[in-house]
């Protein structure tokens, strides 16, 4: 079993929909949980970090956590054409050192 | 910019030669990363610096690889005899101890021809 497993899509969603997004892990003594952002050929861009049990939301974005089923999610409201990117889940194995899932690629139709 | 400098960008190489990356962070942060990334894949954990210490080396990286973060700022990253599986994505990421997010560069594409 991978530490992170990310479905790596490619998942398709209209514009102005709900992108949704999911993460398993497998360490349950992760405590720090990061989604990333990555256009093709550039690097990873980090997007939102969540801590604690529950939502967090930041704009269009908003990260759920459940440590009890070690799950992350990342859902994107009112999705835009320039959403569409590889979006990375991490979790923070100790010193900031992550570990990543494989990337969910997301395409936002116009 | 106030980022994380990675340089080159890009580097083409013969298999057998040797290469060399650098990677300038943001400049308070003491922390630095190397990670690899090949296609489709999620970026690998290489090794980490907590100022001038190399602190965790991966199972990833091979005796051919050597990282160095000389004065607790910029890292190299060098590759010896390169080989064609070699070829990835090489990034560097950096971060404050005192912080749980880590910022990557824009990465060096390495070509192994």
């Known amino acids: 079993q991978k530490e992170v497993e990310q479905n790596s899509g490619p998942l398709s969603v209209p514009e102005g929909a709900i992108a949704s997004l999911n993460c398993t892990y497998s360490?349950?003594?992760?405590?720090?949980f990061f989604w990333y952002r990555q256009y093709s050929g550039k690097s990873p861009e980090l997007i939102m970090s969540?801590?604690?049990?529950g939502d967090k939301e930041d704009g269009r974005f908003t990260a759920q956590l459940n440590k009890a089923s070690q799950y992350v999610s990342l859902l994107i409201r009112d999705s835009q054409p320039s959403d569409s990117a590889t979006y990375l889940c991490a979790v923070n194995r100790g010193a900031q050192k992550l570990v990543f899932g494989q990337g969910t690629r997301l395409t936002i139709n116009p | 910019d106030t980022g994380v400098s990675q340089n080159p960008r890009h580097k083409i190489t013969k298999r057998g030669q040797n290469v060399t990356f650098r990677c300038d962070p943001i400049?308070?942060?003491?922390?630095l990363y190397w990670y690899r990334q090949t296609l489709g894949q999620g970026p690998e954990f290489l090794t980490y610096?907590?100022?001038?210490?190399?602190?965790?080396k991966s199972r990833l990286l091979s005796d051919r690889f050597s990282a160095e973060r000389p004065k607790g700022s910029f890292s190299t990253l060098e590759i010896q005899r390169t080989e064609q599986g070699d070829s990835a994505m090489y990034l560097c990421?950096?971060?404050?101890?005192?912080?749980?997010?880590?910022?990557f560069g824009q990465g060096t594409r390495l070509t192994v021809v």
């Open positions: 360490d349950r003594g992760s405590q720090s």
């Open positions: 990421a950096s971060s404050l101890g005192t912080q749980p997010e880590a910022f």
């Open positions: 969540i801590y604690s049990n």
């Open positions: 400049s308070e942060h003491n922390r």
């Open positions: 610096f907590q100022n001038e210490a190399q602190l965790e």
